[in-house]
């Protein structure tokens, strides 16, 4: 599986942001995506997943409902929505995928930038 990601960029605080992942390579009926980020000087963390068949999601629970993730089956793409953005969100966002029963993302996109300036 290809990932891309997508839509990245300097927002101020309380704005809104839509990031993209486009999957190729292989049928996604098995899979799940995620989104995961980084902060400078901080270990990678789980955001929010989403099983590509049913569409059943799972979020960290320090988003407090801000993030919403989704996907679009015609266009083999996962948005992560992020509204009401705090300069903590500021990271790199990384997609990824994995068969839906694994625990072990194998498969990333090569991440996308967002600031959130104050």
């Known amino acids: 599986v290809q990932l891309q990601a997508s839509g990245g960029g300097l927002v101020q605080a309380g704005d809104s942001l839509r990031l993209s992942c486009v999957a190729s390579?292989?049928?996604?009926?098995?899979?799940?995506m995620a989104w995961f980020r980084q902060a400078p000087g901080k270990e990678r963390e789980f955001v929010a997943s989403?099983?590509?068949?049913?569409?059943?999601?799972r979020y960290a629970d320090s988003l407090e409902g801000r993030f919403s993730i989704a996907r679009d089956t015609a266009k083999n793409t996962a948005t992560l929505q992020m509204n009401s953005l705090k300069p903590e969100d500021t990271a790199i966002y990384y997609c990824?995928?994995?068969?839906?029963?694994?625990?072990?993302?194998?498969?990333w996109g090569q991440g996308t930038q967002v600031t959130v300036s104050s």
């Open positions: 989403i099983k590509w068949s049913g569409g059943r999601t």
């Open positions: 990824a995928a994995a068969f839906w029963t694994s625990a072990q993302y194998a498969y």
């Open positions: 390579g292989r049928t996604l009926s098995n899979l799940k």
